[in-house]
């Protein structure tokens, strides 16, 4: 038998169950796109178009046993052209130099950096000296000191102040988070603070969406007063999205406790409010005679909580994680609507496409990984356990039952993407949310809709207060258990594969139907197995020059104890190293460690006493050195740095191999490196004298 003539009737038994697999197939696309190297070209991009067209009308041709690897292929070309066509549409300047002077703008988003600070959001930007086709769109910027002392940020309101700007900054380290990539599709061409008071110069601009963000700022600040503190910081984010009044003590509570995911506007809430909302209805419906009896009260409930699904879009802001959650809870009340099985993969696979079409890069983020995770592990499992009739337990400890096997089964499936994003797992995760899931589902949400129906009233707090009940239990819990022993525990970043073979493997034991799935279980422990084998660089240098880590027995040590502590925490993060980072500091010694020697100079008095290197050596300058390319060894100082991003060496086995941040990146229109020009020979010379300690 042919090998053509076997994958036939392979994909003929699976028959009925390939659509699963429509939106794997159009997420390869989009990582196609993102992992290129180099940006694509207009003609290769409607090359890939036209392959979408034609393998479109092959699979309407041929043989029902050959269309599905047609259609397969329709789709990858498909989703690498939506990604293409997406970061075309968001595209706009970014400044590629560092800018002082006056920011003007209008407020179009406010929350918090991750060192407490307000932090605005302002489009229709102006810039002294700055023409408007190479102003940023928009431009984000942090409130320090006096600059809180100024005008009350409102939504809508145009304001004016004196600070510093940038581009975006590229990854920490090679291979790292790419901000750059986010800040584009974001449509941010810079970001900034400012130290000076910020001055209204104009009253509140407002279209529809500015009339959305001053109803849910306005909400937010009313539940705050209702409910001061960490539970009104709370409330606030689970009903408006605003997450700026919850203190950083709170949130590494429930970061460590695994209910950190309580705080998104996320696909539990969104299901929570549209199943009380929808079972309200049914309620309500079925104790009217007329309507039970005469009128499709089932299909009415569901219109019922679609609406309210989507005030709460709009109440939340419509960020990403709310819109993605609004799509799946969509997808699945149409489906009830037009009398189809409400959860299934199939609308999980629908909600995905959608996603992707409206949003390819969110593909590339934790958000979108984990909750089609949860979502397709949970519709799997419980799915199978229908089929099977399979019921644990008497009839009244069923729902508990089920709460733990979902808090199981999603737990178990988000791990590794959240343990690869954020290197980090919560060993009592489980526990905590076991205490406190129900608790939004029984007390929270209702309340939240109670106050929501109570608010033209001005009774509000009534809902509120319950609400602050249920939220004071949730932040008792992640205190409690982020202060067990041991509650939190670190893992090293993985190789960039890993995610994506073992994603590929899952989805095989899901989507594949007879016994062959279990096939999928051997690239999850390939994955696994390359996580495991996976080393750390030796060396890592900032991009600024600023921070050196150096790799040794004790863990990665950290050439200063302060300075540059958002490089240091995520270095020491990918590292699955628990430390701070003057802990990390303590442990430098440039004898003691691997690899090559480093030195860093830190300041212009440094710099100024440097008396010389040896070959083989690595010299880190975060200012220029006069006559370095004379140096035998290899320096690495502003200039150069600014060409090449953060720099990892690592230990290729026959000596030390440079690995960039613009070699990873690649030059993509996000990219700053698209700005410079190749990198200095003195790198490529720099290496040479760097390869001759093994000589």
């Given at each position: ?13 699976q ?8 939106p794997?197939?159009?997420?390869v696309?989009?990582?196609l796109f993102?992992?290129?190297p ?9 090359g890939?178009g ?12 041929l043989?029902?046993r050959i269309?599905?690897?047609c259609?397969?292929?329709?789709m ?15 595209a706009?300047?970014?400044?590629d ?7 003007e ?6 929350d ?6 307000i932090?605005l ?7 002294d000296?700055?023409?408007p086709?190479?102003?940023p769109?928009r431009?984000r ?7 809180t ?12 102040t004196?600070?510093?700007l940038?581009?975006?900054?590229g990854?920490?380290e090679?291979?790292?988070f790419?901000f750059?990539?986010h ?14 008071p910020?001055?209204a ?8 969406r500015?009339?959305?963000?001053r ?8 539940v705050?007063a209702?409910l ?12 408006t ?6 203190s ?23 299901g ?27 299909k ?10 989507s005030v709460?879009l709009a109440l939340?802001?419509g960020?990403?994680?709310?819109e ?5 809870v ?27 079409t ?6 590339m983020?934790?958000?979108?990984q984990m909750?089609?995770a949860a979502?397709?592990?949970l ?6 356990m229908r089929?099977?009739e399979?019921?644990?337990?008497p ?5 508990v ?68 009940l ?6 008792w ?13 670190f893992v ?6 890993v995610?994506p073979?073992m ?19 051997v690239?999850i422990?390939?994955?696994?197995g390359?996580?495991q084998t996976?080393?750390r ?5 900032a ?6 880590g150096?790799m ?6 950290l ?18 190293d628990?430390?701070d980072?003057a802990r990390?500091a ?9 690899g ?21 050596e690595?010299?880190?300058?975060n ?9 035998p060894?290899?320096v690495l ?5 600014r ?8 230990d290729?086995g ?5 690995v ?9 229109m996000?990219?700053?490196?698209t ?6 020979l ?14």
């Amino acid at each position: 038998m042919g090998l053509g003539r076997r994958v036939s009737e392979v994909l003929l038994h699976q028959r009925g169950n390939l659509f699963g697999w429509l939106p794997v197939a159009m997420a390869v696309g989009i990582g196609l796109f993102f992992a290129m190297p180099a940006e694509p070209s207009g003609g290769w991009i409607a090359g890939v178009g036209a392959g979408v067209l034609a393998c479109a009308a092959l699979a309407w041709r041929l043989d029902e046993r050959i269309s599905p690897v047609c259609v397969c292929m329709a789709m990858i070309a498909l989703g690498f052209v939506l990604a293409a066509v997406r970061a075309h549409h968001v595209a706009g300047p970014v400044i590629d130099w560092r800018y002082y002077g006056p920011v003007e703008g209008r407020i179009v988003g406010m929350d918090r950096s991750g060192s407490d600070a307000i932090r605005l959001t302002l489009d229709h930007v102006k810039l002294d000296r700055v023409a408007p086709e190479d102003t940023p769109h928009r431009v984000r910027i942090s409130l320090h000191g006096d600059a809180t002392l100024g005008v009350t940020p409102e939504p809508g309101l145009r304001v004016m102040t004196t600070g510093h700007l940038s581009a975006p900054g590229g990854p920490v380290e090679p291979g790292g988070f790419d901000f750059q990539r986010h800040a584009w599709f974001a449509r941010l061409g810079a970001v900034g603070y400012t130290r000076v008071p910020l001055v209204a110069i104009s009253a509140a601009e407002f279209d529809l969406r500015q009339a959305v963000f001053r109803i849910r700022m306005t909400a937010s600040a009313r539940v705050r007063a209702v409910l001061p503190g960490d539970v009104g910081g709370f409330a606030a984010a689970v009903t408006t999205g605003d997450r700026s009044g919850i203190s950083q003590d709170a949130l590494q509570d429930l970061r460590a406790s695994n209910t950190a995911h309580l705080l998104a506007i996320s696909g539990l809430h969104m299901g929570l409010l549209s199943g009380f909302v929808f079972g309200l209805l049914r309620l309500i419906f079925a104790l009217i005679p007329r309507v039970a009896l005469y009128w499709p009260a089932r299909k009415m409930a569901a219109a019922g909580a679609l609406a309210a699904a989507s005030v709460y879009l709009a109440l939340s802001g419509g960020n990403v994680a709310t819109e993605r959650a609004f799509v799946m809870v969509a997808v699945a009340l149409c489906a009830i609507m037009i009398n189809r099985r409400a959860l299934s993969l199939r609308a999980v696979a629908i909600a995905a496409m959608i996603v992707l079409t409206l949003r390819p890069e969110a593909l590339m983020g934790p958000g979108f990984q984990m909750s089609f995770a949860a979502t397709t592990a949970l519709v799997a499992v419980f799915g199978w356990m229908r089929d099977a009739e399979i019921k644990i337990g008497p009839k009244w400890a069923q729902p508990v039952v089920a709460v733990i096997i979902s808090s199981g089964v999603a737990g178990l499936a988000t791990a590794p993407i959240g343990a690869a994003h954020f290197n980090a797992v919560a060993h009592y995760g489980l526990i905590a949310n076991l205490a406190s899931v129900p608790l939004m589902g029984a007390l929270v949400i209702p309340a939240a809709v109670l106050a929501l129906v109570l608010a033209p009233v001005g009774a509000e707090a009534v809902g509120l207060w319950v609400m602050g009940l249920g939220l004071q239990w949730i932040l008792w819990v992640a205190d409690f258990v982020s202060g067990l022993n041991g509650a939190r525990g670190f893992v090293a970043g993985p190789n960039p594969w890993v995610l994506p073979i073992m994603a590929v493997g899952a989805l095989f034991v899901i989507l594949w139907q007879g016994r062959a799935r279990f096939v999928g279980v051997v690239p999850i422990l390939v994955a696994l197995g390359l996580w495991q084998t996976g080393a750390r660089p030796a060396v890592l240098i900032a991009d600024t020059g600023g921070l050196v880590g150096v790799m040794t027995a004790e863990g990665r040590a950290l050439s200063k104890e302060k300075g540059g502590g958002f490089v240091a925490r995520n270095w020491l993060e990918n590292d699955g190293d628990g430390v701070d980072q003057a802990r990390a500091a303590a442990r430098w010694d440039t004898r003691a460690h691997l690899g090559p020697a480093v030195i860093h100079l830190s300041g212009k008095r440094a710099a100024a006493a440097f008396t010389g290197c040896a070959t083989g050596e690595v010299v880190v300058a975060n200012t220029e050195l006069p006559d370095s390319d004379l140096l035998p060894c290899l320096v690495l100082a502003p200039k150069l740095l600014r060409q090449t991003g953060a720099i990892a060496i690592r230990d290729a086995g026959q000596g030390p191999h440079l690995v960039t941040a613009r070699d990873m990146a690649g030059d993509r229109m996000w990219s700053r490196w698209t700005r410079f020009p190749e990198p200095a020979l003195s790198l490529q010379g720099g290496v040479e004298k760097l390869a001759r300690q093994n000589d």
